[in-house]
Every structure is written in C-alpha cells, then in structure tokens.
C-alpha cells in the first residue's frame, strides 16, 4: 500500500522532532518530487536541510517557497539565515529587511 503524502509529512515532522533532520530530508524528497509546490512539504524539508547543515539545499528550498509565494514572510527570515550561516550577510539583509516589512518591522 502507498503511503500519503499526509503521512509522510507526519513521519518527516516526527523525525524532525526525534532530531534526525537528515532522515527527515531522505523522507520528504520523494513527496516533494511528486508535489513540487506544496508549501507544506517545502517548508518541512527546508526546515530539515537547515538543521541538517545541508544549506545550499535549504538556500534552494526557500527561494522556492518565495517564488510561489513572494508575501510568505517565514521564507524570508528562513532564506535570510540560511545565507547568514554561509557568511552571506548583505545578501541575507535583503531577505531580513523583506521579513520586516512584511511582518511589522521585527528583524528577527
């Protein structure tokens, strides 16, 4: 029986919250592949190359979120230290500027 992407997604997130953010990456990949805008499963996977220190992977991911969703102002601040962890910090303040504006002025 194949399993839904619902339940990937719960597996992934489980994994997440086990700590095993790379397991959680392995899970969802497949789900994105087969669902490349859901946001849902983006957000998730980006949230796992992060934690993961897989941050070209994440950079890729949250770039993608802001294409379909240019006002979605988490992929943002995710985006900005994303590229801060990579000591691309004028790059990240664009990024951490958008965040701001977008949700009432907090940098953070």
């Known amino acids: 029986m194949?399993?839904?992407?619902?339940?990937i997604f719960n597996r992934?997130?489980?994994f997440m919250e086990l700590g095993d953010p790379i397991y959680a990456a392995k899970t969802l990949e497949p789900a994105v592949e087969d669902e490349p805008e859901s946001r849902s499963l983006l957000e998730l996977l980006g949230r796992a190359y992060f934690h993961s220190a897989q941050l070209t992977k994440a950079e890729r991911t949250?770039?993608?979120i802001i294409e379909?969703?240019?006002?979605?102002?988490?992929a943002h601040i995710a985006l900005a230290r994303t590229l801060e962890r990579q000591s691309r910090h004028d790059e990240a303040a664009t990024y951490r500027r958008m965040h701001a504006v977008m949700s009432g002025?907090?940098?953070?």
């Open 2 to 7: 194949e399993e839904s992407t619902y339940d």
């Open 12 to 14: 992934a997130r489980m």
């Open 62 to 64: 949250f770039r993608r």
């Open 68 to 74: 379909l969703d240019p006002v979605d102002h988490w």
């Open 105 to 108: 002025g907090s940098l953070d």
